[in-house]
């Protein structure tokens, strides 16, 4: 008999995790694609039930913090009646990234509609309801931002209806049409499910998923840059903690329009350029080459029971030093939560003097 996988401790709406500060729990958000209004409804829920903060991760999803221990159900059931929640039994498999200006500015293929079509096959196929909480899906638009995210499976367009199937963190094989994607995706999956045993990801299976041309993949993402990119507005989240006041701003930029969650702690916010200044003035971020878009910590301690250090205040105070000189992030301790895919300055468990000494590096 193959081993049994290790339990699953990926949490979900339905499966908080228990942390110093209170229940967490992580809800998924396919291709960062929301609106404002259900942005705002979960804000709300997270102030009546939580600590009030919305928490946005490195995969685009957005966690509430601070609950009760048991988890009231009406919480759940509001998330449910704000879309988060389609389904009780996949909904910590609805990993989804995506280019987050596709179909707004650039790439090679419009791929939300692609976001929407993955999420209803992966939803009505019952037995990938076992797949990992951290198995990934990566959808580039070709603009090749989030190809290099290590997902497990994933499409590349090469133009508006083809492209490149990604199978496992650094290959690329098969031509594929973009109308097969979903069903593809979805018939990859159940195989890796098949040949799984203590596996989590595609890239630890000991045989490839499929066979064919392989294909490097680039060692990182390209981070969607902050600003006004046309009538569209990119906004950095410092520490990826909205506030409620920053709900209510996004949320009267953009009314119930979209809003895309991105893998960078940044919102984009289409048609919200003039809103700048009004975004800026509650604590987001809207110029490009900001210090905040180089800096991104885990909640660390007091929050997190594991953590060493009080990464977000430290965090805080390298940015008010100026920033470092390249990608950096802290860790409470070795577990890494929430570090950035790619090349960056790694601090576990930093102290004062640690980032006085970066600050001094840079100058
Ligand atoms: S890296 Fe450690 S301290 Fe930070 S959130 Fe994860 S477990 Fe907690």
Redesign the pocket.
């Known amino acids: 008999m193959p081993p049994e996988p290790r339990a699953d401790r990926c949490p979900g709406v339905l499966r908080p995790h228990e942390?110093a500060d209170g229940a967490m729990v992580r809800v998924r958000v396919p291709g960062g694609q929301t609106t404002g209004t259900a942005l705002r409804d979960l804000g709300r829920l997270a102030q009546t039930y939580g600590s009030g903060l919305l928490q946005l991760t490195s995969r685009g999803s957005l966690q509430v913090r601070g609950l009760p221990a048991a988890v009231p159900e009406p919480f759940e059931d509001a998330v449910g009646r704000a879309g988060f929640l389609p389904s009780s039994t996949h909904e910590r498999v609805r990993n989804v990234v995506a280019s987050p200006l596709t179909g707004l500015v650039g790439g090679r293929a419009d791929l939300r509609p692609l976001v929407a079509r993955l999420d209803e096959a992966l939803l009505a196929e019952p037995r990938l309801a076992d797949l990992p909480g951290r198995f990934l899906f990566v959808l580039d638009d070709g603009r090749g931002d989030v190809e290099g995210m290590g997902g497990d499976l994933g499409y590349r367009a090469l133009d508006a209806g083809r492209g490149e199937l990604i199978v496992g963190e650094r290959r690329r094989v098969r031509p594929v049409r973009l109308v097969e994607v979903a069903d593809t995706l979805v018939s990859l999956a159940l195989t890796f499910l098949e040949r799984r045993t203590e596996e989590w990801h595609v890239r630890q299976l000991p045989e490839p998923l499929v066979l064919g041309t392989e294909t490097a993949l680039p060692d990182a993402p390209s981070p969607t840059p902050t600003g006004v990119v046309k009538e569209h507005l990119v906004v950095d989240v410092p520490l990826g903690l909205l506030s409620p006041v920053q709900v209510d701003a996004v949320h009267a930029a953009v009314g119930g329009g979209p809003v895309v969650v991105t893998p960078w702690r940044s919102l984009v916010l289409p048609d919200a350029a003039p809103a700048r200044r009004d975004l800026a003035s509650v604590g987001l971020v809207t110029e490009p080459d900001n210090a905040w878009s180089l800096v991104s910590?885990?909640?660390?301690?007091p929050?997190?029971?594991?953590?060493?250090?009080d990464?977000q205040g430290l965090a805080a105070s390298l940015v008010r030093a100026g920033g470092p000189g390249g990608r950096t992030h802290l860790?409470?301790?070795?577990?890494?939560?929430?570090?950035p895919v790619g090349q960056h300055v790694d601090l576990?468990?930093p102290t004062r003097v640690d980032i006085a000494e970066l600050v001094l590096a840079r100058a």
């Open positions: 942390a910590a885990c909640v660390g301690s929050w997190c029971g594991n953590g060493r250090a990464t860790s409470g301790c070795e577990r890494r939560c929430g570090a576990v468990a």
